[in-house]
C-alpha cells in the first residue's frame, strides 16, 4: 500500500491491524473507552435498574445484528452485480481435459481456470504449457502438486521458442490429439488467456484447423493485480469460418 494512494479508510484500518501492534493496542483502547463511555452515558440517562440493563443490551444486539445482515445484503448484491462478466449462455462449461499456459507469475489466471473445471470433480487431465525456464520454477511446481492432490494427472507441454507461432501451434496440436486419445474430442477446452501473442496465435490456429473448444477468463482484479476469485467467469471463444462464396465475393469487393 502506497502512501500517496492512502485512503481514510485503510488509514481507520491499521488501528485495528495486528500486523501493527502499537496502533491495535491504541485502537483498541480508544474503542473500549468510547464503548464504555457510550454505556456510562446510557445508565446516566435511563438508569441503572436491571429492566433498563436488559434493555439495552438486548437493543444493542439487535443494532448489530440489523447492520451486520444490511452489510451481508449490501456485499452479496454488489457481488453479484459483479459476477455477470460473461452472459450464462456464453460461459464454458467444465471439461475433463484442459489445456492452458503457465507463466512465471504465481497471481496469474492458471489457479482461477483449473478450479473452474474442477467443478463436480469434472477436470481429470491437464496440459501446462510451459517454456524452460518456467518449468524449473517454484509456481510450475506447486501447480503440478497441486493438481495431483485434486486427482487430476498433468502433462507438460514443453514450448521452447514462445516467440514462434509454428512452436506452439504444433505443441497444441501434438496436446489437442493425446487429450482426444484420453478423453475424447468433446470432453477437451483449450484456454487463451495466458501466454505471449505467438504462443495464442498458435493456439488459436491449430484449435481452429482441429475444431476444438476455446475459452478466455475474464476476472476483475483487486489492487495487487490478484483476480478476485467470486468474479472469475470463463468465455467460450469461437473463431467462425466463411464460406468459400463469402470470401471470394469479400475479395472482390476489396479489389473494387
Not at 180 to 192: A, N, P
Request: charged share 20%; hydrophobic share 45%.
Amino acid at each position: 500500500m502506497s502512501w500517496q494512494r492512502l485512503r481514510l479508510t485503510d488509514l481507520f484500518a491499521l488501528f485495528f491491524d495486528p500486523k501493527v501492534p502499537i496502533l491495535f493496542l491504541v485502537g483498541s483502547i480508544m474503542l473500549a473507552v468510547i464503548g464504555n463511555g457510550v454505556y456510562d452515558l446510557l445508565l446516566q440517562s435511563f438508569g441503572t435498574t436491571l429492566p433498563t440493563v436488559a434493555t439495552i443490551v438486548v437493543t444493542a444486539t439487535l443494532i448489530l445484528i440489523g447492520v451486520t445482515l444490511g452489510f451481508w445484503v449490501l456485499v452479496h448484491r454488489y457481488r453479484v452485480q459483479d459476477e455477470i462478466l460473461v452472459p450464462p449462455e456464453q460461459e464454458a462449461q467444465p471439461h475433463t481435459g484442459l489445456i492452458l499456459t503457465v507463466g512465471p507469475d504465481p497471481q496469474s489466471a492458471a489457479r482461477s481456470i483449473m478450479e473452474w473445471h474442477l467443478k463436480d470433480a469434472t477436470l481429470r487431465h491437464c496440459w501446462l504449457m510451459v517454456t524452460p525456464s518456467v518449468e524449473q520454477s517454484q509456481h510450475y511446481k506447486d501447480l503440478r502438486y497441486w493438481l495431483m492432490e485434486q486427482n487430476v494427472v498433468p502433462h507438460l507441454v514443453l514450448i521452447t521458442d514462445p516467440e514462434q507461432v509454428d512452436v506452439s501451434y504444433d505443441a497444441v496440436k501434438e496436446a489437442i490429439t493425446q487429450a482426444c486419445q484420453l478423453v475424447g474430442d468433446k470432453s477437451i477446452i483449450v484456454d487463451i488467456t495466458g501466454g505471449l501473442k505467438p504462443m495464442t496465435a498458435g493456439m488459436v490456429l491449430a484449435c481452429r484447423e482441429l475444431s476444438t473448444a476455446m475459452q478466455y477468463l475474464k476476472a476483475r482484479r483487486d489492487d495487487t493485480g490478484r483476480i478476485i476469485p467470486y468474479t472469475a467467469r470463463p468465455m467460450m471463444v469461437e473463431v467462425k469460418r466463411g464460406s468459400p462464396g463469402e470470401e471470394t465475393k469479400r475479395d472482390e469487393t476489396h479489389a473494387a
